[in-house]
């Protein structure tokens, strides 16, 4: 054997030492393959992340407007009112619609409402016109948008993505909304207070150009139909009751989120547990949305997980426990620790519930059953709501928040025991 051959070129040595870091820290940091090989899945990711920004803007100026207008707390109250229920009911039609027309014209569509309205806020505000109603009947509008463009955008991904980069683009798209309701909210109060509602609104309708030039991008999107029967929302939701690990995922959703959801009870616990005020509050506000997009940005891991339904259980009985554990503490910062740790664990079961939704359900079904996920989505936390501050008027914030987690992880291990299929439902081989 010559020197040559025994000796390795220290330069080799490096590159390959680079490459085995590099493999490492895509192990834990998120994939960004879809963002790589799909230029369509680009532009969308991009417009998606200009656009929830904006809309979190416009989400703090409407509520910041109502409040100057009317110095009525109730009034605020009703902004997410009047966004709930076009939500919940135009949800599944937004679903049965996007499983009858072309996707990229219904996605064009709804999101030229999105940037209509928000240019609408912007003038009336430039023009003086400040009415409580006017807010209202926008915000109105602006859900039902969002109900006809979130099915649509959602049943798009599988028809631009392999099936196994899905996982990966679900939590890219976690990181999206995360993103826009930590980033939103705040840049929107800032720019509220150094230029005015006005500004806001028109930053937020110039945002959504991002969001337009996507979807225009897009090639048509028709539905992959196997019958000439017509979408409609029962059969959406009897396509849902003879599935049991599709309808797995939205039970043990609703376990996290109506059982032990503490969100209500935030303003309370700031100041009986821990002396705090409205900063206090706002801590523990942001500490589950720090968790999630933690959740989305260190999913590297997620890729090696083939047992989905498995995740899911572990992921939301994680949730439950630290919810739990938080109820008994009385350390802000092991409270805020224990509430970042239950974001993560939601992103977590979110990323696999989407992942099995769009891998294991047909394509002309897609769009219906994403409506029946904003249905959930937008009801679930508010019924939690409800839930944890009727308990805490009963008993105590304690007892709710603790009693919550505990309810939440004996619910889960029921549908564990339940769902034989969903625990051994794999990727390699998915089965609705």
Known sequence: MTATQDTQDPQDTQGSRGQEQARDRRKVLADLTPLRTSAHFRRLWFGSTVSWVGQGMTSLAISLQVYDITRSPFSVGLVGLFSLVPLVVFGLY?????????????????????????????????????HVWFLYGIVALQAVCTALNAPARSSMIPRLLPPEQLR?????????????????????????????????????AVAFTASLYAMWRLPSMLPERTGGKRASVLDGLRF?????????????????????????????????????????????????????????V??????????????????????????????????????????????????????????????????????????????????????????????????????????????????????ALYGRGFRRYDALDPTP
């Open 94 to 130: 937004g679903g049965a619609i996007a499983d009858t027309v072309d996707r990229r014209k219904l996605g064009l569509a709804s999101a030229s409402g999105s940037a209509a309205l928000s240019i609408a806020l912007a003038g009336a505000a430039f023009a003086g016109f400040h």
């Open 240 to 296: 849902l009751a003879t599935r049991p690990n599709l309808r797995m995922t939205f039970f043990s959703d609703f376990c996290a989120m109506i059982l032990a959801h503490p969100r209500a009870l935030f303003p309370a616990v700031a100041v009986l547990w821990f002396g705090g005020d409205a900063k206090t509050t706002g801590l523990l506000v942001a500490a589950p949305a720090f968790g999630a997009l933690l959740g989305g």
């Open 168 to 204: 990966a683009a679900n939590a890219l798209n976690s990181m999206v909304m995360t993103f826009g309701t930590l980033v939103g909210p705040s840049l929107g109060g800032l720019i509220v207070g150094l230029a005015g509602y006005q500004t806001a609104y028109s930053i937020d």
């Open 298 to 415: 260190l999913s590297g891991w997620q890729g090696r997980i083939r047992h989905h339904g498995q995740a899911i259980l572990l992921a939301v009985a994680a949730w439950g426990t630290a919810i739990a554990v938080f109820g008994l503490t009385r350390n802000l910062w092991l409270g805020l620790l224990l509430l970042a740790l239950a974001g993560y664990s939601d992103t977590v079961s979110m990323i696999f519930r989407n992942t099995m939704m769009q891998v294991a359900a047909p394509d002309e079904m897609r769009g219906r059953l994403q409506g029946v996920f904003i249905v959930v989505v937008a009801g679930g936390p508010r019924l939690g709501d409800f839930l944890a501050g009727s308990v805490a008027d009963l008993t105590s914030p304690a007892v709710a928040i603790t009693g919550g987690g505990i309810a939440c992880v004996l619910a889960i291990g029921l549908l």
